[in-house]
T-cell receptor, first 113, second 114 residues
Framework: GNSVTQMEGPVTLSEEAFLTINCTYTATGYPSLFWYVQYPGEGLQLLLKATKADDKGSNKGFEATYRKETTSFHLEKGSVQVSDSAVYFCALSVNTGGFKTIFGAGTRLFVKA | DTAVSQTPKYLVTQMGNDKSIKCEQN?????MYWYKQDSKKFLKIMFSYNNKELIINETVPNRFSPKSPDKAHLNLHINSLELGDSAVYFC?????????????FGPGTRLTVL
């Protein structure tokens, strides 16, 4: 089946620290991979995506590389800010007789000043 | 101009009541979705519609009935509300049945069943 597993939170970091949020997936077919971010009281919004193996998605200093050999799509940022505090969702989309997006459980990030 | 809008933002009601949540998108998308997010932030697809046609129905109780009068609207009606229906419900939309296309989410409707 199709599933997404991401590291449990919360993750608490100091400002300017390095961030990694791990995400691994299982999928039939060739999925596209996404990171969405949810700020408090808001809906999800796309942070970055990668549509094929070895692609790197990047946005606002965040990066993730589609690793087919390890079925992973880890999110990284070199220096986090307080404004990055949010819940981060790893997701995959695949067409298995019906187009579907499957989300991980979400990882809450707190960044302290 | 809001891309995906939902009304109401908050909904507090008694067990057994019937309620509706409305969703509209002005992005010209042809696919719309309903998701349920529980208190632990877990997000689960409920329904998706493409060009007003039901595509995905994820074993949701038949108390939940989506209705898509046109491509820009997908409403959710819930009958006989139960305590376990308390959650945040998100509407989303995307263009085409293509797995590489992102989804655009509304701000959510927080439903509390007392």
């Amino acid at each position: 089946g199709n599933s997404v597993t991401q590291m449990e939170g919360p993750v608490t970091l100091s400002e300017e620290a390095f961030l990694t949020i791990n995400c691994t997936y299982t999928a039939t077919g060739y999925p596209s991979l996404f990171w969405y971010v949810q700020y408090p009281g808001e809906g999800l919004q796309l942070l970055l995506k990668a549509t094929k193996a070895d692609d790197k998605g990047s946005n606002k200093g965040f990066e993730a590389t589609y690793r087919k050999e390890t079925t992973s799509f880890h999110l990284e940022k070199g220096s986090v800010q307080v404004s990055d505090s949010a819940v981060y969702f790893c997701a995959l989309s695949v067409n298995t007789g019906g187009f579907k997006t499957i989300f991980g459980a979400g990882t809450r990030l707190f960044v302290k000043a | 101009d809001t891309a995906v809008s939902q009304t109401p933002k908050y909904l507090v009601t008694q067990m057994g009541n019937d309620k509706s949540i409305k969703c509209e998108q002005n992005l010209g998308h042809d696919t719309m979705y309903w998701y349920k997010q529980d208190s632990k932030k877990f997000l689960k697809i409920m329904f998706s519609y493409n060009n007003k046609e039901l595509i995905i129905n994820e074993t949701v109780p038949n108390r939940f009935s989506p209705k898509s009068p046109d491509k820009a609207h997908l409403n959710l009606h819930i009958n006989s509300l139960e305590l376990g229906d308390s959650a945040v419900y998100f509407c989303a939309s995307s263009y085409g049945q293509v797995e590489s296309n992102e989804q655009f989410f509304g701000p959510g409707t927080r439903l509390t069943v007392l």
